[in-house]
């Protein structure tokens, strides 16, 4: 799903509906962990749930009822065609360590670690603060720590520290080691750029991120 152009991204959006079709929504939902009413399958992702119908061709906020931007319909999709109903592990993995991760990794870090680091700075409240507006928990760990459940079985922990003396701030996510059994690795990767975004764009960009490689409004 790297940017690129209409044509590649609705083409994206094809083959993961069919991909879904080719399941069945009722299975598709009952393994992915969401709930079917009336035919379209309520998916929550991140603060918000969507409405998925059409065989997935649809996708629209079940509250407002605006079209889900057309990063976030891919991946609801994605989600509900390649989650097999596995048990979620309470235990965490990097990007780098899951399945196929490895050869996305620099550009995962470069997209969403890396941002987070380089926007809040020394200002973890303000971090924090950005998290728990779009459905963070905190954790009790060292520097700042917020679980976000991403998707209905996807946890994603994002982690902040400011920097002290010659140690700049830093960084991390990480996911359930499960995260293989919901989502393919290019799709990790981009759910933890969208996270990353999301958290930038609440607590206000400041000119300085670097270009995304997805396309999100």
Do not use: Q
Not at 108 to 135: M, Q, Y
């Amino acid at each position: 799903m790297a940017n690129g152009s209409r044509e590649a991204y609705d083409s994206a959006l094809k083959s993961a509906v069919a991909d879904l079709g080719a399941k069945g929504i009722e299975d598709a939902a009952r393994k992915a962990g969401c709930a079917v009413r009336e035919g379209e399958v309520l998916v929550p992702l991140l603060d918000r749930t969507f409405r998925v119908s059409n065989g997935g061709l649809e996708a629209r906020d079940a509250v407002s009822g605006a079209p889900a931007a057309m990063i976030e319909h891919i991946l609801m999709v994605h989600y509900l065609a390649a989650a097999d109903g596995s048990d979620v592990s309470r235990e965490e993995t990097s990007f780098r360590e899951i399945p196929g991760g490895a050869f996305y990794d620099s550009v995962f870090r470069a997209h969403s670690v890396v941002p987070l680091a380089s926007r809040f700075r020394n200002d973890g409240a303000a971090f924090e603060k950005a998290c728990l507006a779009i459905g963070a928990e905190r954790l009790v760990r060292g520097g700042y720590a917020m679980r976000f459940l991403a998707l209905p079985r996807v946890p994603v922990t994002c982690t902040y520290w400011p920097g002290e003396d010659e140690m700049p701030a830093g960084a991390g996510i990480v996911f359930s080691k499960s995260v293989s059994s919901y989502l393919p690795a290019e799709d990790v990767a981009v759910l933890g750029e969208y996270i990353a975004h999301r958290i930038i764009a609440c607590a206000g960009k400041t000119g300085g991120e670097p270009a995304s490689l997805y396309e999100y409004d």
